[in-house]
Every structure is written in structure tokens, then in C-alpha cells.
């Protein structure tokens, strides 16, 4: 199974919120460099983010729910 990245994050707990909700909706996804952010933040410039990883098949859907749940804030 591919993985890409849909969304890029300057913190864990947005990232994380972000992740539960696509999860909630069957989502296959994932936090790559999460730790480089929370273990060594003098670091986290270079990691460009933290990374949303999608399942590449699920993108589409996983794009329609991030614009949905903007939209409502």
C-alpha cells in the first residue's frame, strides 16, 4: 500500500486531531516524523513538519473531509 502526503503540521496535537478525523471516517493514515517535532524541536525545522500520510487510493475522500471540516470552522 502507497502512502503520500496529504498535510503538513508545525505541532502534535493539531496533527493528531487532524489524524482521529479522517480515522473516524475510515481513513488509513498515519503521523510520519511526529517525534523529530516533540523529541527534538531544534531539529524540526529541517523535517519540514510533521506529515499527514494518506493511503494513495483514499486522498480524494481524505482531501473532501479536510475541505469540509475547514469550511465549518
Same mark, same amino acid.
Given at each position: @500500500? ?8 508545525? &505541532?502534535?496535537? &493539531?496533527?493528531? /486531531? !487532524?489524524? +482521529? ?6 481513513? &488509513? ?6 517525534? /523529530?517535532?516533540? =523529541? ?8 519540514? +513538519?510533521?506529515?499527514? @500520510?494518506?493511503?494513495?487510493?483514499? !486522498? ?5 473531509? =479536510? &475541505? ?6
Amino acid at each position: @500500500m502507497n502512502f503520500i502526503v496529504l498535510k503538513l503540521f508545525d &505541532n502534535y496535537i &493539531n496533527a493528531h /486531531i !487532524t489524524m +482521529g478525523r479522517l480515522q473516524e471516517d475510515g481513513i &488509513n493514515c498515519w503521523l510520519k516524523d511526529e517525534n /523529530i517535532g516533540t =523529541l527534538a524541536p531544534p531539529l524540526f525545522p529541517y523535517q519540514q +513538519g510533521i506529515k499527514l @500520510m494518506v493511503s494513495e487510493s483514499q !486522498t480524494e475522500r481524505a482531501m473532501a473531509i =479536510l &475541505n469540509e471540516v475547514e469550511q465549518q470552522h
